[in-house]
């Protein structure tokens, strides 16, 4: 609730809270809150929840403060060969686009007001004085001009289409017409693993080969990078100078989505480039909303799939990383916040990362049992001493390749030189950090920071 306040949602009109998943009923892999057009009922939640893949529908994530256009995210539908659509899920991204347009109306209108209690009427032009139809029509001017949808899908059109033969599928934009979509062509799981794997095999290789800046390039791994900034940058232009509203899905909604949509947060948004708001913005992108951690890192049981395995929460790490360079005094915690965070993101030592869903670390009382790595991280050897407040509001990233540069504190680290599945085994840094963790946590109570009473606070 306290950043559904802090963005500005109008929970009495455009927007609101449904606790239709409190039991995890509507959809098992999203918070117990999510947050709607005011006008969408339950039940045509369970509809659209029906047409989306592993049931995670549309849910708004993000609002501008000045111009009211919001994120929002959900998996792929569920068009299969047979071109199946359903008018519910158009109604809610058609809901989406109104909700945006009443927002603005309604900021509008209440700067009129503003204004024109500041100055008394006599001193205003005759054409702004406010008459009766300002004062009792207020549908005719809470209704801003409606601003078509952007949907920002992650894939590539030939992979959308070709989920089809799954029974997935992307949005057919005649069924659309309030919308348009995007294809970003980012790789799966398969892809980014694969490139990975090339990748640690190369900085574990002895550094004599003259060729390898030319063996890096092969790897794909800057490119893959690249990408995902030019996708997070379509969003930002979207919202930033269009005003649209943005929905971002790939096909499941929990690999790529939370890269773009999190990227995208943290450029539009000061706060989250603070301590504090960047653990609020994990927890609910990638923990709230469902990323398997336990199968991408390969912890806990139910996760020996090999195939599963892919260091996604890596890689956007490794984006804000990138950022942290290019912008120095944008955020308030330093590069080495972001390195404790890769290492104990493998390390076991803390339950923030296990499991696969919110669902899942309630029913184990994975909050309970064990100790959250937040504290850990809130010492003054993770402060960034050139943070400036408020510096930069929007960052605007440069994503050409060589633009970026190879996170050697990471891939040539512990990570790097390590089984990227098996770190803690025969590891002394382990051990060590495991030393510090004893100190460290002796003050701080044992309840995680995502245990659910903050995550409700949060919606």
């Not at 809901?95 to 007001?113: K, N």
Request: neutral net charge; contains cysteine; charged residues 20%.
């Amino acid at each position: 609730m306290r950043e559904v306040v802090r963005l500005g949602f109008d929970l009495n009109g455009a927007w609101r809270i449904s606790k239709a998943n409190e039991e995890f009923k509507l959809c098992p892999t999203y918070p117990k809150k999510i947050l709607v057009p005011g006008c969408i009922t339950d039940d045509t939640l369970q509809i659209v929840a029906n047409y989306r893949a592993s049931r995670r529908l549309p849910s708004v994530v993000w609002r501008h403060k000045r111009n009211g256009a919001i994120i929002a995210r959900c998996s792929q539908p569920e068009v299969g060969w047979l071109g199946w659509r359903s008018e519910s899920d158009e109604q809610f991204l058609k809901a989406l686009a109104d909700a945006c347009a009443f927002d603005r109306g309604e900021q509008m209108r209440r700067l009129m007001q503003t204004a024109r209690s500041a100055v008394p009427a006599m001193f205003l032009p005759p054409d702004t004085q406010p008459t009766n139809a300002d004062v009792e029509s207020h549908e005719e001017v809470s209704l801003d001009e409606v601003r078509k949808v952007l949907i920002v899908d992650a894939r590539s059109y030939t992979s959308a289409i070709g989920n089809r033969a799954r029974g997935g599928g992307c949005e057919c934009i005649e069924y659309y017409p309030f919308a348009e979509i995007q294809f970003m062509c980012l790789g799966n799981i398969h892809v980014i693993r694969k490139s990975f794997h090339a990748l640690r095999t190369l900085c574990a290789a002895p550094p004599t080969d003259a060729n390898w800046l030319g063996l890096l390039e092969k790897t794909n791994w800057l490119q893959h990078l690249s990408g995902l900034f030019a996708a997070t940058t379509t969003v930002l232009q979207a919202i930033e100078k269009k005003g649209c509203p943005v929905v971002v899905h790939c096909s499941d909604g929990w690999d790529r989505t939370p890269q773009i949509v999190a990227t995208a947060q943290l450029c539009l948004d000061p706060y989250y480039r603070t301590v504090e708001g960047f653990r609020i913005l994990v927890e609910r992108e990638w923990l709230s909303f469902g990323h398997k951690f336990a199968k991408r890192c390969g912890h806990g049981p139910e996760s020996d799939d090999l195939n599963e395995r892919s260091p996604i929460f890596i890689q956007w790490l490794d984006l804000v990383h990138q950022l942290h360079i290019q912008f120095p005094c944008s955020f308030e915690f330093n590069r080495a916040y972001l390195i404790k965070l890769a290492q104990h993101l493998h390390s076991c030592l803390f339950g923030t990362f296990l499991g696969n869903s919110y669902k899942y670390r309630l029913e184990n009382s994975i909050f309970e049992r064990t100790f959250s790595v937040w504290p850990f991280l809130s010492g003054p050897m993770y402060r960034n001493p050139l943070y400036l407040p408020s510096r930069d509001a929007v960052l605007w990233p440069k994503y050409n390749v060589r633009d970026l540069h190879l996170w050697t504190e990471v891939y040539m680290g512990s990570l790097g030189n390590q089984n990227y599945n098996d770190l803690i085994n025969g590891s002394s840094e382990i051990e060590e950090q495991s030393n510090d963790l004893a100190s460290v946590m002796s003050n701080v109570p044992v309840r995680s920071f995502s245990d659910p009473n903050v995550v409700a606070q949060q919606l």
